[in-house]
Nanobody, 127 residues
Framework: QVQLAESGGGLAQVGSSLRLSCAASGRTSSSTAMAWFRQAPGKEREFVGGIRGRLGTPGYSNSVKGRFTISRDNANDTIYLQMNSLKPEDTAVYLC????????????????????WGQGTQVTVSS
């Protein structure tokens, strides 16, 4: 089992920045993929960005590429989502996810690749 705890959400102004954290505990391994998804009211859960394993290169959705950055602290099994140039459409509940094993590169953005989910943290961007 893997437990995930997100933090860092809140209210932000358009154009500002926020950083989210997701700390994993339990049975993680070097192959555990971790990712961020988000879900706005009335919309489906969508992929934001993710990283395959402890040495992987992050990948991002087109909607956040160039504005958001994922980093991973392997010593503490924590991933971060640095969100810059925030827009109102970034308003959503942000959820951290972790896999139980390796994830193929073309499935990093598929929510079915992840067995463990955090509770989510609300991000609200106001103009």
């Amino acid at each position: 089992q893997v437990q995930l705890a997100e933090s860092g959400g809140g209210l932000a102004q358009v154009g500002s920045s926020l950083r989210l954290s997701c700390a994993a505990s339990g049975r993680t391994s070097s192959s555990t993929a971790m990712a961020w998804f988000r879900q706005a009211p009335g919309k489906e859960r969508e992929f934001v960005g993710g990283i395959r394993g402890r040495l992987g290169t992050p990948g991002y959705s087109n909607s956040v590429k160039g504005r958001f950055t994922i980093s991973r602290d392997n010593a503490n099994d924590t991933i971060y989502l640095q969100m810059n140039s925030l827009k109102p459409e970034d308003t959503a509940v942000y959820l951290c996810a972790a896999s139980s094993g390796p994830v193929l590169w073309y499935r990093v953005g598929n929510l079915r690749s992840y067995e463990y989910w955090g509770q989510g943290t609300q991000v609200t961007v106001s103009s």
